[in-house]
């Protein structure tokens, strides 16, 4: 069993930036893929970004390419989604996830651990 817990969340005016972080305990985490995902109310869950555990291999949404960036401290066991320029339209719920395998994944069906979620909330 692996635990994540995310944190970082809040509301925040657009334009503005929050980083999320994602702190993994129990099984270990190492040598697997890493994932941000977010549901905004009515939608369906939707990938925004991943990296692999090791290489440091990423990939992005198109809507927050540019803007968003994962990275990860394997030291602390933790993967961080530091969010800038933010928009109304990323207001969401945010999920960390962790992969199956090692490579990142857009597909929530590569995914097997998942966080609580935390809420980021963007006034326009």
């Known amino acids: 069993q692996a635990q994540l817990v995310e944190s970082g969340g809040g509301l925040v005016q657009a334009g503005s930036s929050l980083r999320l972080s994602c702190t993994t305990s129990g099984r270990s985490s190492s040598s697997y893929a890493m994932g941000w995902f977010r549901q905004a109310p009515g939608k369906e869950r939707e990938f925004v970004a991943a990296?692999?555990?090791?290489?440091?291999?990423?990939d992005y949404a198109d809507s927050v390419r540019g803007r968003f960036t994962i990275s990860r401290d394997d030291a602390k066991n933790t993967v961080y989604l530091q969010m800038n320029m933010l928009k109304p339209e990323d207001t969401a719920t945010y999920y960390c996830?962790?992969?199956?395998?090692?490579?990142?994944?857009?597909?929530?069906?590569?995914?097997?651990?998942w966080g609580q979620g935390t809420q980021v909330t963007v006034d326009s």
């Open positions: 996830a962790r992969g199956v395998s090692d490579s990142p994944a857009r597909q929530i069906s590569e995914y097997n651990y």
């Open positions: 990296i692999f555990w090791g290489g440091g291999s990423t």
